[in-house]
């Protein structure tokens, strides 16, 4: 079993893909038109499981990046459901932090030490180890922790008995 996992962004995408014991096999970040080729090129054809991190309304105003973002969750998810010909689960960051944090006033950083507290606890910088010893989330940075969340997430809700 694998799960593609994707946060979208208006300009850069990230995204992950993880394996049956939630471990990620490959992840980066990457601007939209080549996540785009990817999808094209067929490299994630082996996942059984796709997920995007859906954006939400909240009762504040947003700008044209929310929107921009809104047209790439759109371009990607017809192109991988057309492709793939699978369903495109939409996770919502709410669900995310009331999943990993239990609480929707959590952070990207609370996010994050919770993901380090479940698959990588006393292993040193965040989880990451070092080039010698790596840990769990080597290679981990900014967008792809998201990415990386919404797979667990997706995989917490939906498929874990």
Avoid at 108 to 132: C, E, Y
Wanted: charged share 25%; with cysteine; proline share 2%.
């Amino acid at each position: 079993m694998k799960i593609l996992s994707i946060d979208p962004v208006n300009i850069y995408s990230a995204y992950t893909i993880l394996d049956e014991d939630l471990f990620p096999l490959k992840f980066g970040k990457i601007k939209n038109e080549e996540f785009l080729e990817l999808i094209y090129s067929k490299e994630f054809k082996k996942c059984d499981y796709i997920a995007i991190e859906m954006v939400a309304c909240y009762g504040m105003a947003v700008g044209a990046t929310i929107f921009d973002t809104c047209v790439w969750i759109g371009r990607f998810t017809e192109s991988l459901s057309k492709i793939y010909k699978k369903e495109v689960n939409f996770v919502y960051r709410r669900d995310v932090k009331l999943n990993l944090c239990k609480k929707v006033s959590a952070n990207d950083s609370n996010v994050m030490t919770a993901l380090v507290d479940r698959f990588a606890p006393n292993v040193r910088n965040h989880g990451k180890g070092i080039k010698s010893n790596q840990g769990w989330f080597y290679g981990f940075k900014a967008d792809i922790w998201a990415s990386y969340a919404v797979g667990v997430t997706f995989y917490d809700l939906n498929i874990e008995k």
